[in-house]
């Protein structure tokens, strides 16, 4: 499985990303695909996933902003974040469990909101 992650950029407090996590190879192993952040100097934290059921999870500090959705189709899992804040600056990772329990990771997008 390869994941390519996409979306990052600068943006205002308050504003809005869509970061996108498009998965090729072997797609239908692909149980659960996660978002995680890591802050400069932080650990990795997990942020929100999305079963092959469609069943969500977030993380508490950004529910009610972030929504993980997947496109089927287009073999892509999005992350849409809205009202961002300063804090959730960080390089963004998509993370894909499949069904042999490996876990494949796709390159960061920085994610940074100014004040």
């Known amino acids: 499985v390869q994941l390519q992650a996409s979306g990052g950029g600068l943006v205002q407090a308050g504003g809005s990303l869509r970061l996108s996590c498009a998965a090729s190879?072997?797609?239908?192993?692909?149980?659960?695909t996660r978002w995680y952040r890591q802050a400069p100097g932080e650990q990795r934290d997990l942020v929100a996933s999305?079963?092959?059921?469609?069943?969500?999870n977030y993380a508490d500090s950004v529910k009610g902003r972030f929504t993980i959705s997947r496109d089927n189709a287009k073999n892509t899992v999005s992350l849409q974040m809205n009202s961002l804040k300063p804090e959730d600056t960080a390089v963004y990772y998509c993370?894909?469990?499949?069904?042999?329990?490996?876990?494949?990771w796709g390159q960061g997008t920085l994610v940074t909101v100014s004040s």
């Open positions: 993370n894909a469990l499949v069904v042999s329990y490996h876990t494949y």
């Open positions: 999305i079963t092959i059921g469609g069943v969500t």
């Open positions: 190879g072997n797609i239908f192993s692909i149980l659960v």
